[in-house]
């Protein structure tokens, strides 16, 4: 009997090393798995889906914006309105414009139209309430608003584009 323990003893320590080198071998074995679709996902994940298509056209936007030329920009000086809360209060506003300069325009021809833009500019602003202008929700439309104001007065053929460059307001 004791030699049939002994036989028992070392054949129990075999059978372990050969479970744990399978399972060595099926961990590697799915981390390759594992990795390989990860890698083949990523590579043809978005063209599969589409996603392909929409970087193309995000691309191709980009490349229009790079085309597209920014002209000279023409900074004017403060304009200040006293505008009324609807309290009655009155309220001071600092609103600094910049226009860039159409292609083809020639910056003296801009500048003799300017005051123009100003008066435009200045008659908006003094036109709103003071809570109107300064409600984060309307910022949009008053700084459509005041550009296309100022765009007509000037003419559109002259300017390329309005930017609001400071706009304080107490």
């Keep these: ?4 323990d002994s036989e028992e003893s070392v054949a129990e320590p075999k059978a372990p090393k050969k479970s744990r080198l399978g399972l060595v071998l099926a961990i590697v074995v799915i981390t ?34 790079d085309k597209e030329k920014i002209g000279e920009s023409v900074e004017l000086s403060p304009i200040m309105v ?3 809360a609807d309290d009655g209060n009155l309220h001071h506003l600092k609103v600094v414009l910049a226009v860039e300069v159409a292609e083809g325009t020639p910056k003296d021809e801009l500048m003799r139209y300017l005051p123009r833009g100003r008066e435009a500019a200045v008659g908006y602003l003094r036109s709103q309430t003071f ?3 300064v409600d984060p929700t309307h910022y949009t439309d008053v700084r459509t608003e005041l550009s296309k104001t100022f765009s007509e007065a000037i003419g559109h053929e002259r300017i390329s584009r309005v930017l609001v460059t400071d706009f304080v307001a107490q």
């Design 1 to 4: 009997m004791e030699a049939e």
């Design 131 to 133: 809570d109107h202008l």
């Design 82 to 84: 006293d505008a009324r």
């Design 32 to 65: 390759v798995l594992v990795t390989g679709a990860a890698v083949a996902g990523t590579v043809f994940g978005p063209a599969l889906f589409g996603h392909s298509k929409k970087g193309e056209q995000a691309a191709e936007k980009d490349k229009a914006k």
